[in-house]
């Protein structure tokens, strides 16, 4: 597989896998905070449901975004000159 020497040894397609789906989780957290802030401004009866949907939502997004965080580490320590490699 290609790799780009400005990243650190990670193939070109990693890299961009990594950065398309932290952009998508950015976004879907962005989306997920504004939705929670029209909600907020609904009735009690009609927020409650929605809103916890929404915060679990949140919570999701923010795990995925954390594994990402992770995945990207560790590919970059996997292709560091001298790790044996």
């Known amino acids: 597989m290609p790799t780009d020497r400005n990243t650190g040894g990670e193939s070109t397609?990693?890299?961009a896998l990594v950065r398309e789906l932290?952009?998508?989780l950015t976004a879907l957290g962005d989306y997920l905070a504004a939705a929670h802030r029209i909600i907020a401004a609904?009735?009690?009866s009609?927020?409650?449901p929605i809103a916890a949907a929404i915060e679990k939502s949140a919570g999701?997004?923010?795990?995925?975004?954390?594994?990402?965080?992770?995945?990207?580490a560790l590919l970059?320590?996997?292709?560091?000159?001298?790790?044996?490699?």
Not at 60 to 72: D, F, G, K
Not at 76 to 85: I, V, W
């Open 13 to 15: 397609e990693t890299t």
């Open 76 to 85: 970059l320590s996997d292709n560091r000159p001298g790790d044996g490699a």
């Open 46 to 48: 009609t927020r409650d």
């Open 22 to 24: 932290s952009e998508a």
């Open 60 to 72: 999701q997004c923010e795990r995925a975004s954390e594994a990402v965080r992770r995945l990207h």
């Open 42 to 44: 609904e009735s009690r």
